[in-house]
């Protein structure tokens, strides 16, 4: 199990940039998967970004492919987002999360989860 502290969320103007960085506790965050998931208000928590434990494995969702990067620092036991051209759409609060050594795109299958943090952009 880790504990997971999302952090970098705030406003932003459409086309601009935010990067989000997660926070994890723990010996063994290196072999945990770690994925970044959002929900804007009203509608379901949905997939963003995932990395796998050892980097050699990286997804996104379609509707951010090209514009964020996932990337961790195992040293530092922390995960980032870098969100570039940012879009309205792109309003929600993001979460953190991880499981097990390999990617996941369905939220059910991870176990831990961050308290999230807002991200507004702007038009």
């Known amino acids: 199990q880790v504990h997971l502290v999302e952090s970098g969320g705030g406003l932003a103007q459409a086309g601009g940039s935010l990067r989000l960085s997660c926070a994890a506790s723990?010996?063994?965050?290196?072999?945990?998967?770690m994925a970044w998931f959002r929900q804007a208000p009203g509608k379901e928590r949905d997939f963003v970004a995932a990395?796998?434990?050892?980097?050699?494995?990286?997804s996104y969702a379609d509707s951010v492919k090209g514009r964020f990067t996932i990337s961790r620092d195992n040293a530092k036991n922390t995960v980032y987002l870098q969100m570039n051209s940012l879009k309205p759409e792109d309003t929600a609060i993001y979460y953190c999360?991880?499981?097990?050594?390999?990617?996941?795109?369905?939220?059910?299958?991870?176990?831990?989860w961050g308290q999230g943090t807002q991200v507004t952009v702007s038009s």
């Open positions: 990395i796998n434990f050892n980097t050699d494995s990286t």
């Open positions: 999360a991880a499981r097990r050594f390999y990617i996941k795109t369905n939220p059910s299958y991870y176990n831990d």
């Open positions: 723990g010996r063994t965050f290196s072999t945990y998967a």
